[in-house]
């Protein structure tokens, strides 16, 4: 009497998500070549190391800046308000603060504060052009100590939730602002072309902390995909967007200043290159969860054929869209709040306001942003729900012969 062997029932419910190789060669083939145009374009766009960087001096002749403690905050005899301040060497000196900060001060703040040495003559026609007189003014508090605080705790917090997973995502965030400080900044100061400029920095930012945070695996890998294809879009519409809308990156209160210290910046290019760097954050994160939610949804039906996945993770992801599109709408408006606040004050209509200035850089900052992201959604689902049926079909191949025409074994 023959007896079938039992098939191990292991093989249908085991996780696919393993690095298969037919999943993981198309993977690689594609990242590869998404990273070495991205290393390519780094080193067409590198910043000239033998220009040098502009600099904007803060200090003008006989201006040096010092810490002080607070310790009397009062109106001296001519009205103007002062503030008695404790300079590091003990010595108490008076330094003149603007009616504006001075409801902000108490005695025992840390302020940062010009020393400005100025002959006689400066401060009264009649005295003496040989003698220097030492006036003290207020510039700003010093916010080091309790941001410090903040970002260590918040450190701290990552890691005892996160664990090793969140320790990689913090280095993550070092190694993005690190292509930030040393390629996107200088090329930008240089004059290098926005949308190549944003590409880049984007490509390399996304490889480094999708798998630093998440590690190396077809999912990952999936993710970062999609996440390309989001970052190419939202290049494209920015570029499009800067020039049909007119933006010309001069309604911000920092444009002239710029433009002056550093004449071979394109403001228009630096408007568009944070456009895209703005809604990276946002991106990586609707791509991962959709690639693992499509991952799951085969874990827990493994039988299920690609586009009835597609439109399960499709379903998480409009909800994923609706509940994304306004976050990113209320972030920047609270970023911008002060300057709403302002504009609301004006005599014109509602679509005047948005279509003007620095209002219609944020609307189409929010609109770029958003764009890529529903667009992001889509094809990082139908990635994944693809890669997922190649990753499950080698799987169980490999697993159970009889699936490919070969006699299951018998006893």
């Known amino acids: 009497m023959h007896v079938h062997a039992p098939t191990s029932s292991a093989g249908p419910s085991a996780p696919p998500a393993a690095a298969v190789p037919r999943a993981r060669v ?3 083939v594609l990242l590869l070549a998404s990273l070495a145009a991205a290393l390519a374009g780094a080193w067409w766009l590198w910043p000239d190391p033998d ?4 600099r904007i001096d803060t200090a003008g002749p ?8 607070v310790v009397e905050v009062r109106p001296d005899a001519t009205g103007m308000d002062q503030a008695t301040v404790r300079l590091a060497d003990g010595e108490e000196v008076d330094a003149h603060v603007p009616p504006e900060y001075v409801p902000e001060l108490a005695a ?8 400005m040495e100025v002959p006689e003559t400066a401060l009264d026609p009649l005295g003496d052009p040989d003698v220097m007189t030492t006036s003290y003014v207020f510039v700003d508090f010093v916010r080091g100590p309790p941001i410090a605080l903040l ?3 918040f450190a701290v917090l990552v890691v005892l939730v996160a664990r090793w997973r969140g320790l990689a995502a913090l280095a993550g965030v070092v190694v993005g602002l690190g292509v930030v400080g040393f390629f996107t900044l200088p090329a930008l100061l240089q004059g290098r072309p926005a949308v190549p400029v944003a590409l880049v920095t984007s490509v390399v930012i996304m490889f480094a902390v999708l798998y630093l945070a998440h590690g190396v695996s077809v999912r990952t890998s999936t993710a970062l ?7 190419a879009a939202t290049c494209a519409i920015a570029a499009w967007a800067g020039g049909a809308a007119h933006l010309t990156g001069l309604s911000g209160e920092y444009a002239l200043d710029l433009l002056a210290s550093a004449p071979e910046v394109r403001l228009r290019a630096v408007l568009v290159c944070g456009m895209v760097l703005a809604g990276l954050g946002v991106l990586n994160d609707v791509t991962i969860t959709q690639a693992s939610a499509v991952w799951e949804l085969h874990a827990a039906r493994p039988a299920a054929a690609a586009r009835e996945l597609f439109g399960q993770g499709m379903r998480i992801g409009r909800d994923h869209i609706a509940s994304t599109v306004y976050t990113i709408v209320f972030a920047y408006v609270g970023a911008a709040l002060p300057m709403v606040l302002l504009v609301s004050l004006a005599d014109r209509s509602f679509l005047e ?10 609307v189409v900052r929010t609109l770029v942003g958003s764009i890529g992201l529903v667009l992001a959604i889509p094809a990082t689902t139908a990635l994944a729900a693809l ?10 191949g490999a697993r159970d012969p009889g699936r490919d025409g070969a006699p299951a074994p018998a006893s």
């Open 387 to 396: 890669l997922v049926r190649i990753s499950a079909r080698g799987t169980q």
């Open 225 to 231: 995909l999609g996440t390309l294809v989001g970052l």
């Open 151 to 153: 970002a260590g705790v």
């Open 26 to 28: 198309l993977l690689t």
């Open 353 to 362: 306001l948005l279509t003007a200035g620095e209002i219609a850089e944020e």
């Open 62 to 69: 006989g201006v040096t800046y010092v810490r002080a403690d």
């Open 108 to 115: 025992g703040d840390t302020l940062r504060v010009a020393r």
């Open 51 to 54: 220009a040098a960087p502009p």
